[in-house]
């Protein structure tokens, strides 16, 4: 099952191009869309990064390719500067207080 969603979202691309993505070599990549070995958990990971679904989708688990991700933690802030870390850890206080506040007062 695996491979024919490999297949399939891989759409035009060719496995060169996927392989080159994933940082493996594309006789590889192409064991995986003919079924003849799965991915480990971390380049499963990968792929389905690289093509915006869950791994779930990709083992089967679900019709659904497009369910929620985790959001990774620092994704947004990698390359933030220390002065507007600062500035979103005040923002983030100030909005812990108002909530609290809110909860206190219902």
Known sequence: M?????KNLRGKKTQEEIAR???IS???YSHYENNRVEP???LLGKIADIFGVSTDYLLGRTHDPYTQK????????ENLTKE???????QLEIFRKIKEKDKNES
């Open 40 to 42: 480990d958990s971390e």
């Open 26 to 28: 594309r006789a590889r």
């Open 70 to 77: 985790p959001v990774r933690e620092n994704d947004d802030c």
């Open 21 to 23: 993505k994933l940082g």
């Open 84 to 90: 507007e870390k600062d500035y979103l850890k005040l």
């Open 2 to 6: 695996m491979g024919s969603r490999l």
